[in-house]
C-alpha cells in the first residue's frame, strides 16, 4: 500500500535555532495522526512545512496525488502546491479568524473552494453550502450571516465545512480545539471524529491537548526541541510512554 | 488656442512620457495586466484623474483633437478643467463630438455613439485592483494574478446574490480579458460593460494614486463574470431619455423639485444633443 503522504527528513531552521529537525514519517489512508509536544518544541513549524506554508530546508513531502501518483511536493511548482492546498488538502487553523473571511457570508464562506476549483452555478454552490452547514451543525438559516456574528465554537465548524466543502483526503489541523470550552470541544471532536471516519479522512492534528490526540488520533508522535522524541500507537505512548520527556507529559495532565 | 510656452508639450517632460509609453506599450501587450508605473504629482488632487491625465499627456500630439468626459457629460468641473488644462499646456484642438476625437479622457462612462479605428479611450482608474475589497494585501493579489486564481471574485458576485436576490454590482463589474487577466474596468456602469469587447479603439487605463497603467488594444475579447444561472445583464433605468426621447442610451435621474418631480436624461450629453439637433425630442423637452 502506498503511502498518502510520506514525509522523509524535514528540517527547518530559523538562522542557528532548530525549528524541526529530521523528521520522517509515513501516513496510510484513513490514518490520523496526532503531534504532541509543549509550545515552542517545533510542532507548528513542521504542519506548516508539510502544508506547503513554510518551506522546508531539507527533505521531502511526498504526497500520492489523484493524477499521477506520489509527487515531491517541496520541489513542485507553486501554482499545482497550491492547486493540492485548495482541493485534496484541508488546513483547520487554531483561530478561525485566520482560516475564514470574515467579511464575507458563511455561505460564501463554505463557497469559496467550490468556485476556486470552477463552480459556476449558483443554486449547487449555495446548495452545498446549506449541506455542508447542517453537517457540522450549523442552522441552515445562518447561511447568509457573517462569521462575525457567530460563537468561537460556530466559527470553528464553519471553519471545517469551509474546508471539507471540496472532500480533500488530508487534513492538517492546528490546535482546532484551542481557545474553546470544554463542552464546545467536546462536541466538536465527536463532530470531527463523525467527519473522519465517514468520510475516510487522513488527517495530522498538531496539539498540545493529550485528550484530544487520545480521541481521534491512532498513532501519536511526541516532539521536543524540533526533534520527535517517540513515536508509536496513541494508547502505547500515553499508557506507556517510554522517553522520560514523553513521561513528564503524560504525568502533567491535571486529573479530575 | 495656442500652447503657453512655459510648459512642455501637455506638461509633462520627455523622460516621463517616455516612462509612461512603455508601461502603456507593455499593458497593450499583455491586455487586461496592471503595469506598474512612477506615478508623477500632478497639478490637481489625487481622485480627480491623475492617471488618466497622465496617460493623456503621454499619448496627446499636437494633430489631436481631445474631448474629456465626466460620468459622460462635456460640461462638468472635472471635464472643463481638465479640457482647459490640455488647451493651456499642449495647445491641442478640443472638441465634444465623440466622433470627431482622436483622444478621449473619460470619468465613469463610455460615449454611446460608437468608436473607431484610430480613436484611443482613456480612462480615469481610482482602484485598479478588482480583488482589493476582498484580499486587501497587494502580494498576496498580484500572486493571484500570476496564477489565475479567481474563484474570489465569484464569492463577491455569491455575496451580491445571496443578499440582494440578484448581481447588484452595478458599476466597477469585474470583466476576464481574453480568457485571462480579471479586470477591473472602473466604475464604468456594468450597461457599458458590452462596449469593451471587440472596441475598435484603443483602451488605456490609467491610476495615477495607485500607479497603474492596464490596457485593451482593439479587438480584445472582454466577458463580464457571471454565475450560470444568474447570467449578466446590462441594465438602465427604464425610461426613454426626457429631453432626446433615446431609449438606447445610459440615463441619469435628475430630481427637479421638492414635490418628487424627476426626470431622465442622457449621461451622454453629446449623444443627446446631436440627436436633439437631428430634431428627436423626448416628453420633457422645452
Known amino acids: 500500500m502506498t503511502p498518502l503522504l510520506s514525509v522523509q527528513g524535514i528540517t527547518k531552521r530559523y538562522g542557528a535555532h532548530i525549528g524541526c529537525a529530521d523528521v520522517s514519517f509515513d501516513l496510510y489512508p484513513g490514518e490520523v495522526m496526532g503531534i504532541v509536544g ?11 512545512c508539510m502544508a506547503g506554508h513554510l518551506r522546508p530546508d531539507a ?29 485534496d488538502w484541508a488546513f483547520v487553523h487554531q483561530h478561525a479568524r485566520d482560516g475564514l473571511r470574515m467579511g464575507v457570508s458563511a455561505g460564501g464562506n463554505v463557497g469559496e473552494r ?47 465545512a469551509r474546508n471539507l466543502v471540496t472532500g480533500p483526503r488530508l487534513v492538517f489541523m492546528d490546535e482546532p480545539t484551542g481557545g474553546l470550552d470544554v463542552s464546545v470541544q467536546a462536541r466538536l471532536l465527536d463532530l470531527l471524529r463523525g467527519l473522519v471516519r465517514d468520510m475516510g479522512l487522513s488527517a495530522i492534528i498538531v496539539t498540545h491537548d493529550l485528550a484530544v490526540v487520545r480521541l481521534l488520533a491512532d498513532r501519536l508522535m511526541v516532539m521536543k526541541n524540533g ?12 499508557d506507556d510512554p517510554q522517553h522520560g520527556y514523553t513521561q513528564l507529559l503524560v504525568s502533567s495532565v491535571l486529573q479530575v | 488656442m495656442t500652447q503657453s510656452p512655459e510648459y512642455n508639450f501637455a506638461y ?52 489631436d483633437r481631445f474631448k474629456v468626459i465626466d460620468q459622460g457629460a462635456d460640461d462638468t468641473t472635472n471635464a472643463v478643467s481638465i479640457r482647459s488644462f490640455f488647451e493651456r499646456t499642449a495647445g491641442v484642438a478640443t472638441t465634444t463630438k465623440t466622433q470627431d476625437a482622436t483622444v478621449i479622457q473619460t470619468r465613469h462612462r463610455i460615449p454611446e455613439a460608437p468608436l473607431g479605428e484610430g480613436q484611443i479611450l482613456v480612462y480615469q482608474v481610482p482602484i485598479p485592483e478588482p480583488l482589493r475589497f476582498l484580499e486587501p494585501r497587494e502580494s498576496e493579489t498580484r500572486k493571484m494574478h500570476s496564477l489565475e486564481e479567481y474563484g474570489l471574485m465569484h464569492v463577491k458576485l455569491y455575496e451580491d446574490i445571496s443578499r440582494h436576490g440578484h448581481i447588484a454590482t ?70 426613454p431619455c426626457g429631453l432626446c426621447g433615446a431609449e438606447d442610451s445610459y440615463l441619469d435621474e435628475v430630481i427637479t423639485d421638492d414635490q418628487g418631480g424627476r426626470m431622465f436624461v442622457c449621461s451622454d450629453t453629446d449623444y443627446c444633443e446631436a440627436r436633439q439637433a437631428a430634431g428627436h425630442r423626448g416628453k420633457d423637452a422645452a
Not at chain 1, 452545498?128 to 457567530?150: C, H, N, Q, S, Y
Not at chain 2, 523622460?15 to 500632478?42: C, D, H, N, W
Not at chain 2, 487577466?181 to 464604468?188: E, K, Q, R, T
Open chain 2, 12 to 63: 509633462l517632460d520627455e523622460q516621463t512620457k517616455r516612462m509612461i509609453r512603455r508601461a502603456i506599450l507593455k499593458g497593450l501587450a499583455i491586455p487586461g495586466y496592471q503595469v506598474p508605473f512612477a506615478s508623477r504629482e500632478m497639478p490637481m488632487p489625487y481622485g480627480w484623474g491623475t492617471g488618466g491625465v497622465q496617460v493623456s499627456a503621454a499619448v496627446l500630439t499636437p494633430d
Open chain 1, 38 to 48: 509543549e509550545s515552542g518544541s517545533g510542532k507548528s513549524t513542521l504542519l506548516n
Open chain 1, 59 to 87: 527533505g521531502a513531502v511526498v504526497f500520492d496525488t489523484r493524477a499521477e501518483g506520489p509527487r515531491d511536493t517541496v520541489t513542485m511548482s507553486e501554482p499545482e502546491r497550491r492547486m493540492l492546498g485548495r482541493t
Open chain 2, 170 to 239: 452595478s458599476y466597477a463589474y469585474p470583466v476576464k480579458v481574453e480568457g485571462r487577466y480579471v479586470m477591473d474596468p472602473s466604475p464604468i456602469p456594468k450597461f457599458d460593460n458590452p462596449k469593451l469587447g471587440d472596441c475598435p479603439a484603443i483602451q488605456l487605463f490609467g491610476a495615477g494614486r495607485e500607479q497603474r497603467i492596464y490596457a485593451l488594444p482593439p479587438y480584445t475579447q472582454v466577458v463580464s463574470l457571471d454565475f450560470e444561472d444568474h447570467p449578466f445583464e446590462a441594465s438602465k433605468a427604464d425610461h
Open chain 1, 114 to 160: 467550490l468556485m476556486a476549483v470552477g463552480a459556476r452555478h449558483y443554486g449547487d454552490i449555495r446548495g452545498k453550502a446549506v449541506d455542508w452547514l447542517e453537517r457540522v451543525e450549523i442552522d441552515a438559516a445562518r447561511v447568509d450571516d457573517r462569521p462575525t456574528t457567530f460563537s468561537g465554537g460556530m466559527q470553528q465548524r464553519l471553519q471545517i
Open chain 1, 227 to 238: 526533534r520527535v522524541v517517540e513515536q508509536g500507537l496513541t494508547d502505547q505512548v500515553l
